[in-house]
């Protein structure tokens, strides 16, 4: 690997992506699936991962990490669900889920700066707090520990375009991924957020409000995690339950990983993560494969992808210089 | 001089217990939107807990898996990781202890020893890949272990429903049979001896860390990286050796369900007899200021939490998941050094 050259290794790496995507869906067309309804399912289950994941982009390129997108995920898929049925609106339900996800930003963000706090640890202590909230607003709001299923006139409804059904909100993901690169290399802000994840201190001489600049860039990451977390229920699942999120806040944290903080980059790893869980989704109900295989190691396959992703495609990417750690002013 | 000593010798502990009663507060704001009554609420979660002896006892019961989750993730942060595996680890630990306590025949005695050595070593087996994968590769180990986390439920899942199911009753699996189950201390709690295995294991890491020349070597690396590799400490193998050690905590903490937790003696098939074992240890562990021993009683107040909710839960109607979601806020508090020094200022004033 060390004799290959890094552009080399990179473009060996895209033809070798190519080659792959082209004998999979050559295979997967004998093999009985339909490409199409693939790629629907691989769009639904990249959007929340999506949404996530450029969010944390920008929330990092701050220099602030957040490891507690698992769990504002999940808050933010109960709290969508009962603003979809106060409302009686699923995209109403939508903007709650991204409020709520806001304000649990937004907590973060002060908590971070002002309170100078550990953050992994904090963000951790997010997730815990969301495995007990969830399953205590299941019990409380509905009175049932299990699946809550609400009306379908409250789901937001996809869009009928040539190729399939599309959900609005994965257009909006990935417009979402456009307008984050723009705002983080074409804006006087993203400039500012840049310089306070990078050279706080520099920052700051230069007149930057890096705490200001912080909050604000952690607020929107979770203002973007709490969409996602709606949308799981709202325009895919139909139903909420306390274990809805499965792994896919620490996903999105590998696709942020993976893209180096670039949310086109972090776009493009959600699309292959949601393409393996969509695509283990379809095994899973294909008639010959399902007897074969069990279903709890089709469960695994989004994992596994996850793995080998982090494994194999990444170097050492280089984050800002003060990512993670608290700024004050001496 | 004497005085002020104790009192900086102190200070973690005053700092945990106004985390705790930062969590307790913030857990009553959320039962008053939903109409709950928290001073009816708290008091009888307390009484449940520690009420009285059996009542005490069940509190320990509870507490025995949370002292080894907490081992594993304080042993993690103590080498400069931030392990939060012992979820997954814990589940195979388990699936580790049905297989040889509910299958295999084996005189009393050394079926239990076996049993037990058994989950400690898949648990450490678990934990190796994503060892492996931090010191190759450099992936990071929150990713990492959160992904095997998931393999290991599906995959326990998968050997308990497949493998190990309990003829005419799918919900769970084989119980493990009488010569390896640990005995039972009182018939009016769920207390086991294995409760002493696991003292003497928290004991022993206490030791190891601060009595041993790996020990010393294995916190070197987390408190100081560049001190270790100019000591010519190496942090590959001390990170390896934290996975390992933080596997065989979980592994125990997995078997201690199983063989060590009347009345079921057998894995349920959802995994719901084990299931955020793992994550709860973070918290006991950062209440315990990742210290084994302080980990002890970390989780003794964790277990009464838990122990004690589900008496607030049948008094005042309040899910007993509540005190996970509080367990949750203390770990955003103790996150905070400023709260510490908010209340040293005060102190002094």
Partial sequence: MKTLSPLALKRGLWLLAVVLAILFIYGIEKAGLKPISLLEAALLAMTPLALTAVGECVNEKSGVVNIGLEGILLITSVTGVVGAEFFENGVLGLLVGALTGALIGFLFGIVSVYGRADQTVAGMGINIFALGFVPYLLMSIWAFPGIHLFPRELMVRPIFTFFGRLSPVAVAAIITAVLAHILLHRTVLGFRIRAAGEKPEAADVAGVRVDLIRIFASTLGGALCGLGGAFMPLAWFGGVVKEISAGRGFIALACVVFSGLEPLLALAAAFIFGFAEGFAYSVAVTPGVKEVIPFYFVNMLPYITTLLVVTLAIGRRRFPAASGRPYARE | ?349
């Fill in chain 2, 1 to 349: 001089m004497k005085r002020s000593g104790i009192l900086i010798r102190a200070r973690p502990l005053m700092e945990s217990l106004v985390t705790i009663i930062i969590g307790l507060l913030a857990g009553a704001l959320f039962m008053i939107p939903f109409g709950y009554k928290p001073l009816v609420a708290y008091p009888a979660l307390f009484r449940g807990a520690f009420g009285s002896i059996p009542d005490t006892l069940e509190t320990l019961a509870f507490a025995t898996p949370l002292m080894l989750t907490a081992v594993t993730f304080a042993i993690g942060v103590k080498t400069g990781l931030f392990n939060i595996g012992a979820e997954g680890q814990m589940y195979l630990g388990a699936i580790g202890a049905t297989a040889i306590a509910g299958v295999i025949h084996l005189p009393p005695g050394v079926h239990v020893a076996v049993a037990t050595a058994f989950a400690m070593l898949v648990g450490a087996l678990w934990a190796l890949p994503p060892a492996l994968l931090k010191i190759w590769r450099g992936v990071h180990e929150v990713i990492s272990t959160i992904m095997f986390n998931w393999i290991a439920t599906h995959l326990s899942m998968y050997i308990a429903i497949y493998y190990l199911a309990q003829p005419g009753r799918a919900e769970r699996t084989v119980p493990a049979l009488p010569s390896a189950r640990y005995p039972i201390l009182t018939e009016e709690a769920t207390l086991t001896a294995v409760i002493f295995v696991v003292l003497a294991f928290c004991i022993g890491i206490y030791i190891y860390l601060w009595g041993t020349k790996a020990g010393y070597e294995l916190r070197l690396v987390g408190e100081n990286p560049e001190a270790a590799r100019y000591a010519g400490v190496s942090s590959r193998r001390a990170v390896l050796l934290s996975f390992i050690i933080g596997g065989l905590a979980a592994g125990l903490a997995g078997a201690s369900q199983i063989i060590g937790r009347p009345p079921a003696w057998s894995l349920y098939a959802t995994l719901g007899n084990v299931i955020t074992l793992g994550f709860d240890g973070i918290g006991v562990a950062l209440i315990g200021r990742n210290h084994p021993i302080g980990g002890i009683f970390a989780a003794i107040l964790y277990g009464a939490l838990q122990h004690g909710g589900r008496y607030m839960e049948y008094h005042a109607g309040v899910s007993s998941e509540l005190v996970r979601a509080i367990n949750g806020l203390i770990v955003v508090s103790l996150a905070v050094p400023e709260i510490g020094a908010i209340i040293r200022r005060r102190l002094k004033r």
